[in-house]
């Protein structure tokens, strides 16, 4: 019998006191016993890796490793997978909460499918949010064309990897990234010839509180989501060049171009989006351009709102472009 656990687990960690000990204990209650637990205290001021030897209670599948200086999640959560001794490694977020059958649920959809590279689920959001269900995309075309809009794709707690795969392609979180890692990730596993899913149940249970990165930094999560967002439609059209990727993006910022003639030129950049040919990477490329079509009829109603545009400025432009863009205006009041 292999000495090795089936699953390593990671919890990369940064001044997560309050809610790691939780976090292990999670872990500690699987159905499924083969497992290693690495906690990768990413340099914290408070008291992250005493509470977490403490929740551990000399449990000898649980190792914590630690950073001198907080070099980010990117960077712990690779120095955790690069330890991992096991056959798949799964990542929870150190404010979460694994249920009991969480690994159990993944592994078993690793074993139904020998080409899948990466399993999430949907989970359970708690906290200083209603509670309720966070649902992701189902089916490998669906959540490949979904990490566009950057939600509702694997999420990045709830992430589990076929080790061989990962270590074979060499992916890995890239050190830069300060947000949007896990997208990123995805991304790399896709270009790699991955194939994706979410089991359908709820595996985990995602905290939701004001101190998480997500709710207190998003000055950093836009730009790194762009920079995803640009990696993803370089891969799928190459043919595009770089400042029309650009233009098909501006309608994913929260702040808009102030001109009329800024939004002409982002509908013609999106109209050449949509007639060019896509790269097949295994993502639907009609939920792709729905995704698009979406955020560009989004921002010409927030144009209409403000007097930017008026009827004769849509008509103008539905002249110009293709059916399939043009939808964008279907729904707009003027």
């Known amino acids: 019998m292999s000495s090795f656990p089936l699953v390593t687990v990671v919890i990369p960690a940064f001044n997560a006191e309050a809610y790691i000990g939780e976090a292990i204990a999670s872990i500690q209650c699987q159905t499924l016993e083969s497992w290693e637990l690495i906690v990768v205290d990413d340099g914290s001021s408070d008291q992250t890796r005493s509470v977490a030897r403490h929740a551990a209670g000399g449990d000898p599948r649980v190792r914590i490793i630690r950073f001198d200086r907080n070099q980010g999640i990117s960077t712990a959560s690779n120095a955790g997978f690069d330890a991992a001794r096991g056959e798949f490694i799964a990542r929870l977020d150190a404010d979460d909460r694994a249920l ?74 890239d050190d830069r990234s300060a947000s949007a890692e896990d997208l990123d990730y995805l991304t790399s596993v896709m270009a790699a010839g991955g194939k994706l899913a979410n089991v359908d149940q709820v595996l985990t249970e995602h905290r939701s ?73 295994g993502q639907d490329v009609s939920i792709v351009q729905e995704i698009v079509i979406d955020r560009l009829e989004k921002m010409l109603g927030i144009y209409i709102d403000n007097k930017l545009l008026d009827a004769s400025h849509v008509q103008a432009m539905r002249y110009l472009v293709s059916p399939r863009t043009a939808s964008a205006f279907d729904a707009l009041e003027l």
């Open 100 to 173: 009991p059958h969480r690994l159990a649920a993944q592994v078993n959809a690793f074993r139904e499918c020998d080409r899948l590279a990466v399993a999430g689920s949907h989970a359970r959001v708690f906290g200083d949010v209603p509670d309720g269900i966070a649902h992701c995309a189902m089916g490998d075309g669906n959540i490949k064309a979904r990490l566009l809009d950057g939600a509702n794709t694997i999420s990045g707690g709830t992430l589990m990897v076929r080790r061989a795969f990962v270590r074979k392609h060499h992916v890995r979180f």
């Open 209 to 281: 509180h004001r101190g998480s990165f997500t709710n207190s930094r998003t000055d950093i999560a836009e730009p790194w989501l762009q920079t995803a967002r640009r990696r993803l439609l370089s891969l799928w059209y190459p043919s595009l060049d770089p400042s029309d990727i650009d233009l098909v993006l501006a309608p994913f910022l929260s702040v808009y171009p102030g001109s009329t003639d800024a939004m002409l030129t982002i509908v013609r950049a999106i109209d050449r989006f949509v007639a060019a040919r896509a790269r097949d990477l």
